[in-house]
């Protein structure tokens, strides 16, 4: 399983941008897709996540500006960050938590970087 995000970069605060993850590879289900992000020197910690059954859940930092989605096709998942503020400035990844007939995993992308300048 191959997971990509795409849509980072450099914006001032106040602004926007949208981030996009998509999965693909052989998995029976998936069982819930998030957002994290770090920092140097910091443990990646939670953005926000969509479950199987679109409960949505975010960070307290985030709630109200990020918003969590999922894409028309099943295993894609977006988020959509605005009023960015330069303490969003990190590497954000993706995370699908998939499973198979008999097994289940959390993946993760390489990473995006998003930088918001002050």
Same mark, same amino acid.
């Given at each position: 399983?191959?997971? #990509? $995000?795409?849509? *980072? *970069?450099?914006?001032?605060?106040? !602004?926007?941008?949208?981030?996009?993850? +998509?999965?693909?590879? =052989? &998995?029976? =289900?998936?069982?819930?897709? *998030?957002?994290?992000? @770090? /920092?140097? !020197?910091? $443990?990646?910690?939670?953005?926000?996540?969509?479950?199987?059954?679109?409960? /949505?859940? %975010? +960070?307290?930092?985030?709630?109200?500006? &990020? /918003?969590?989605?999922?894409?028309?096709?099943?295993? /894609?998942? &977006?988020? @959509?960050?605005? =009023?960015?503020?330069? $303490?969003?400035?990190?590497? %954000? %990844?993706?995370? &699908?938590?998939?499973?198979?007939?008999?097994?289940?995993?959390? %993946?993760?992308? @390489?990473?995006? @970087?998003?930088? #918001?300048? =002050?």
């Amino acid at each position: 399983v191959e997971v #990509v $995000e795409s849509g *980072g *970069g450099l914006v001032q605060e106040g !602004g926007s941008l949208r981030l996009s993850c +998509a999965a693909s590879g =052989s &998995f029976t =289900s998936i069982n819930g897709m *998030g957002w994290y992000r @770090q /920092t140097p !020197g910091n $443990e990646r910690e939670l953005v926000a996540t969509i479950a199987n059954n679109g409960r /949505t859940n %975010y +960070a307290h930092s985030v709630e109200g500006r &990020f /918003t969590i989605s999922r894409g028309n096709a099943e295993n /894609t998942v &977006f988020l @959509q960050m605005n =009023s960015l503020k330069s $303490e969003d400035t990190a590497v %954000y %990844y993706c995370n &699908f938590d998939v499973s198979g007939s008999s097994w289940s995993y959390d %993946y993760w992308g @390489q990473g995006t @970087q998003v930088t #918001v300048s =002050s």
